[in-house]
């Protein structure tokens, strides 16, 4: 089945450490998303990519970074500069930038102790 | 700014329609409307989108207003499974799905 995996579901680290996420497809979309979504709220748009080797900030990309070395894959690294990085984290891909069809991963919860 | 208005909550009982509004008043002409879903924990999940016509899917069914300025999400038979945030969305004018603005939403609870 085609879809989106993000990895890993729950995820705890100490203040201060860098932590990646990960998020594969197999959907062969070329723009793939990255939002964070904190308690009760919507969600924020931090990354995205529209093609290989390609990628542009979002609304609050402050203290993350990512990459695009492959179609299927966007890490992200939530460095110890992002202040506040406890949150519900969400990969998305599309066809091609400009379809709002997204479609979703499952998310990664990060806490930070 | 916030392109689309829609009520913090809303309850249906299980079987029956859910029909979910969504005010967009300042949509312009070329600018559709999307509607996500989220349940609990999970990603949101695409429903349903349209510009001027009525639609429907599996899922649900969309209907637009003439004047584009509102329109409603039915879900013809609700179930427990379709408690969830409901997302309206009005793509943009500029741009992509990067644009695409996913605010609070409206959380549908579906009950016995």
């Known amino acids: 089945d085609g879809g989106i995996t993000q990895s890993p579901k729950y995820l705890f680290r100490k203040e201060g450490q860098n932590v990646t996420l990960s998020c594969e497809q197999n959907l062969n979309h070329d723009a793939m998303y990255w939002y964070r979504q904190d308690p009760g709220q919507g969600l924020r748009l931090i990354y995205y990519s529209q093609i290989v080797n390609d990628f542009q900030k979002g609304d609050i990309a402050e203290g993350y970074s990512v990459s695009r070395e492959k179609k299927e894959s966007f890490p992200l690294t939530v460095t110890s500069a992002q202040k506040n990085p406890t949150a519900f984290y969400l990969c998305a891909s599309s066809i091609r930038q400009g379809r709002g069809e997204l479609f979703f991963g499952e998310g990664s919860r990060l806490t930070v102790l | ?112």
Request: aromatic letters at 8%; hydrophobic letters at 30%; one cysteine or more.
């Open chain 2, 1 to 112: 700014d916030a392109k689309t208005t829609q009520p913090p909550s809303m309850d249906c009982a299980e079987g029956r329609a859910a029909n979910l509004p969504c005010n967009h008043s300042t949509i312009s002409g070329n600018e559709y409307v999307y509607w996500y879903r989220q349940i609990h924990s999970q990603g949101p999940q695409y429903i349903i989108h349209g510009l001027k016509n009525n639609e429907t899917n599996e899922m649900a069914s969309l209907i637009i207003t003439e004047d584009r300025k509102s329109s409603t999400l039915i879900l013809p038979h609700a179930t427990l499974r379709d408690t969830a945030v409901y997302y309206c969305i009005v793509s943009p004018t500029q741009g992509g799905s990067e644009k695409l603005v996913f605010g609070k939403g409206m959380k549908l609870t579906v009950n016995p």
